[in-house]
């Protein structure tokens, strides 16, 4: 397989920059079980999100893990993203078959969190309320509100086409730079959306350079440490009030359909370590 991920920097060393083409991996990923078109298409964007997001791990051992939770409950999202590029993302059940508006998803109540770390230096969460009208935009909110860091993401899915572009403006930018920037890339999405990906370097070497390439994949290697990563990004409340109605937590991995369930003491566990206990 090709490397599907490029990482990027702008000849100024102002701005660092991701793209992706997620087309050939994602049939192998959870989507076959999405079964509303309006999932897909979330479906697609999110996968999309966290190929661009690998590119931010920098060791074998980290990972990303992203919890969104929707405004009806039982509308979720969890995904998982390790230093090796495996991706996994998984609907909730009645998201797969959800066919309204991404509006009727958020509001009051409708959040995302984001850890980011390794089993042995620890985890780091943060967590927003989603507010934007799109998905990518609730990402662009969350590393602008949680992280202080602005991240622009830009999605393209359409006619068969899924690429991706996450944009990081480093601290010392010109602004008029990263808008120089941003325009050039909005004039020219024929480029980055119908280009031949092999030649997408060559096509931005006008104000970029390639730093290095990633490989993006679907693997299922899941484990149950994999899920208690996932756990650790719902909120404290959450898990404590499934302790107290004595509710059992079961998560499916979204590639292989494994299940793995956590009783009241294992989340009693995951409240003692998120609490510092």
């Known amino acids: ?16 920059m991701y793209i992706t083409d997620a087309r050939d991996i994602i049939e192998y990923s959870n989507i076959i ?43 979720f999202v969890y995904c998982n993203i390790d230093g ?48 934007a009208d799109s998905i990518e935009g ?12 602005e991240t622009i993401f830009k999605i393209w899915v359409h006619n068969g086409t899924m690429r991706g572009c996450m944009i990081q403006p480093l601290p010392f930018v010109e602004k008029t730079n990263l808008k120089y920037l941003i325009d050039y890339i909005d004039s020219n999405q ?37 899920f208690f990563g996932i756990l650790m990004s719902v909120e404290t409340e959450e898990l404590k009030k499934s302790i107290q109605l004595n509710i059992s937590e079961e998560l499916e991995c979204g590639i292989c359909g494994k299940k793995y369930l956590f009783d009241a003491e294992d989340l009693k566990q995951i409240v003692k370590v998120k609490e510092g206990i």
């Open 138 to 149: 609730c990402f662009t909110d969350f590393y602008s509100r949680s992280e202080q860091l």
């Open 1 to 16: 397989m090709e490397k599907n991920l490029i990482k990027l920097l702008t000849k100024d060393n102002e701005i660092r």
């Open 190 to 226: 024929n480029i980055l959306v119908s280009g031949k990906w092999t030649d997408l370097p060559a096509k931005l070497s006008l104000h970029t350079r390639v730093i290095e390439e990633y490989k993006v994949q679907v693997e299922c290697n899941c484990t149950r440490e994999m």
């Open 33 to 75: 079980n999405i079964k509303s078109g309006f999932s897909k298409e979330l479906y697609r964007k999110i996968f999309i999100c966290c190929c661009l997001l690998r590119g931010l791990l920098t060791e074998r051992d980290q990972r990303l893990d992203i919890s969104i939770r929707f405004k009806p409950d039982g509308y």
């Open 84 to 131: 090796e590029g495996n991706i996994h993302c998984t609907f909730s059940p009645k998201l797969r078959v959800f066919n309204g508006t991404f509006k009727d998803l958020i509001g009051k109540g409708a959040t995302m969190s984001i850890s980011k770390g390794s089993w042995m230096a620890g985890m780091f969460t943060g967590t927003i309320d989603l507010r």
